[in-house]
């Protein structure tokens, strides 16, 4: 998830990370393809990740300052300026409820999905090779993770104490159930490079709940600053993983790099979609009937605006697998005119 892109002209600090798309010791030509990366990288990690430098986070006391603060930043949860919302005064449950799942979908994409692909980068369990330093920050993204999936759980436990509101839907994201369907329709021998291939989607595309709603003022303050050091963490780990695509890609089979690059636009739509079934099974544990459900879903999120949405979202991770000469690969560039996200 993807926060600075802006070349920079300056040496970097001693021991400073410096993607090496950023490095300025890099001649021009060399910058974004399969130069090897510096050796610097993540010498900050003890002094910058979160797992290593942030207090745990604590909700403010009830009527702290005698504000009532948001759970989510409004302008991310649609669904709360629907009038049938609205009327029935469920915005704040409908809010509460959002927080719950994205929360929820942060632990298990750490827990089962990101860290297992740390775990075989660390352990040299794919055919590529990459260098040693790279071997190391896999052990580090490892721990941030690890912190991430912690402090949501912690985080919705706090606010199940505070508000006396259970999670009404815990069950498995439908990103991951699309994401084991597709995994579960390729070669056996091809599914673990169909994983990573989503990590490398999941951890460069941008996220405006990562860049926009820490800044949003109305949202509780404990919220805010997880979400925060959350970004700024996974900045790191967008240049990170943006390196290892370089790295890896030349090294795969043109069959498995056409496999990954005909599952892109699913991946990245997956990944993106808003979670319909969880949606409707959470708008019916508050009492709305099916065809309430259905006409609230439509109303809130049109889907030319979740595609347009997405279409903007996924633009830097597009832009990464050009670079690398995915969609020269007529499969490939045909399953992006299909999937209506890019004209190829
Ligand atoms: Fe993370
Ligand atoms: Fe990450």
Known sequence: MTIHRIPRTTAPEPGEYVPMSMDPAMAPAERGKTARP?????????????????????????????????????????????????????????????????????????????????????????????????????????????????????????????????????????????????????????????????????????????TKSHLDVRVEPAIRQVILEHAQDEAVHSAYFSDLARLAWPQLTPEVRSMIGQHLPQLIIAFLSP??????????????????????LSEAMPRHEVLSGIRNACSVTVGLFRTLGAMQDPGTAAAFRSSGLFNI
């Not at 050796?39 to 979160?50: I, T």
């Not at 297992?116 to 190391?136: N, Q």
Request: proline share 7%; hydrophobic share 40%.
């Open 275 to 296: 979670d319909l079934p969880h949606l409707t099974r959470v708008l019916t544990a508050l009492g709305y009937t099916g065809e309430e459900c259905r006409r609230m």
């Open 38 to 210: 510096t050796s610097q990288r993540f010498v900050k990690w003890d002094a910058c990740a979160a797992i290593r430098t942030k207090p745990r986070q604590r909700l403010r006391p009830p009527g702290d300052n005698g504000k009532e603060y948001a759970f989510f930043s409004p302008d991310l949860v649609p669904l709360i300026a629907h009038p049938l919302v609205h009327e029935r005064g469920l915005g704040r449950e409908v809010t509460i409820q959002h927080l719950y799942r994205y929360l929820h979908f942060t632990a298990v994409l750490e827990q089962q999905l990101v860290n297992p692909v740390l775990l075989r980068i660390a352990t040299d369990g794919y055919p590529f090779e990459l260098p040693k330093s790279m071997i190391l920050d896999a052990h580090r993204i490892y721990c941030d993770e690890g912190y991430h999936a912690l402090c949501a759980v912690d985080l919705t436990h706090q606010i199940e104490e505070r508000t006396g509101s259970p999670a009404l839907d815990q069950t498995n994201p439908q990103a991951f159930r699309d994401l084991a369907n597709l995994v579960a329709g390729v070669p056996e021998s091809q599914r673990h490079l169909l994983e990573l291939a989503f990590i490398i989607v999941s951890e460069t595309l941008v996220s405006a709940i990562l």
